[in-house]
Nanobody
Framework: QVQLVESGGGLVQAGGSLRLSCAAS????????MGWFRQAPGKEREFVGA????????YYADAVKGRFTISRDNAKNTVYLQMNSLKPEDTAVYYC???????????????????WGQGTQVTVSS
């Protein structure tokens, strides 16, 4: 059974930082590209960033570029999202997702992901 479990969300003041983690089980983690998405109340889910199977390639949405960093530890079956300089508009439920892909591929579209976590709430106060 495949599971993706996010953690690390919470309440933070604007300008602060949080690090989200997503632990995977039931999959050969290194065979999956990983992504982070978010959904704010009343809005559609949006792409945040993606990382390739080895971690050698990353890609970010313009809204978070330069502030967020995705990394992964394949030995720990975990992907991370380091979020710095947080803004109130970053408030959302954050989801990680896994896509079975070839080496070096980045996946930016939600429907192409095979598995999703349950999400973790991030709230940034002004």
């Amino acid at each position: 059974q495949v599971q993706l479990v996010e953690s690390g969300g919470g309440l933070v003041q604007a300008g602060g930082s949080l690090r989200l983690s997503c632990a995977a089980s039931g999959v050969t983690f290194s065979s999956y590209a990983m992504g982070w998405f978010r959904q704010a109340p009343g809005k559609e889910r949006e792409f945040v960033g993606a990382i390739s199977r080895s971690g050698g390639r990353t890609y970010y949405a313009d809204a978070v570029k330069g502030r967020f960093t995705i990394s992964r530890d394949n030995a720990k079956n975990t992907v991370y999202l380091q979020m710095n300089s947080l803004k109130p508009e970053d408030t959302a439920v954050y989801y990680c997702a896994a896509a079975l892909t070839s080496t070096g591929v980045l996946v930016t579209r939600g429907p192409l992901y095979d598995y999703w976590g349950q999400g973790t709430q991030v709230t940034v106060s002004s």
